[in-house]
């Protein structure tokens, strides 16, 4: 019994869990930012923008964002971008929730959405988020 104890604990502390591992270079800058309040996030335009510069191809964009450990998925909007009244309506969103170690839901997140004019990025922006919890 005691030695079932000692591997669980061992198990939860000192193996890493898969949000820690597939955290890049991307994550790590915006993390070590101000924290952001609940209720008002941060904008982190001009972070992101560093690694999702203007006029790549929508498949980097997507690229970039999986490798950095964020999910990527594809949505239509509804209404333009407001930065980009003249974009697609297909926008690339990637959503990055960091999760503590022993805890179910996230503390913080970050969202970019990414906008296009003839397949190539012509927007972006990104906003890190606390859990309203």
Not at 4 to 20: K, M, N, V
Request: proline content about 5%.
């Amino acid at each position: 019994m005691n030695k079932l104890i000692t591997t669980i604990i061992f198990a939860l502390l000192f193996i890493p869990q898969r949000h820690t591992m597939a955290a890049g270079k991307l994550v790590n800058e915006i993390s070590a930012t101000k924290k952001p309040e609940r209720f008002k996030p941060n904008r982190v335009d001009n972070i992101v923008k560093k690694y999702i510069t203007e006029g790549i191809s929508k498949s980097t964009a997507k690229e970039i964002l999986a490798s950095e450990g964020f999910k990527v998925t594809e949505e239509e909007t509804r209404q333009p971008i407001p930065d980009c009244p003249d974009c697609e309506s297909s926008v690339v969103v990637g959503r990055y929730d960091h999760k503590p170690i022993l805890s179910l839901v996230y503390d913080y997140g970050i969202a970019i959405e990414i906008g296009f004019r003839n397949g190539n990025v012509a927007v972006v922006r990104g906003w890190y988020v606390k859990n309203t919890y």
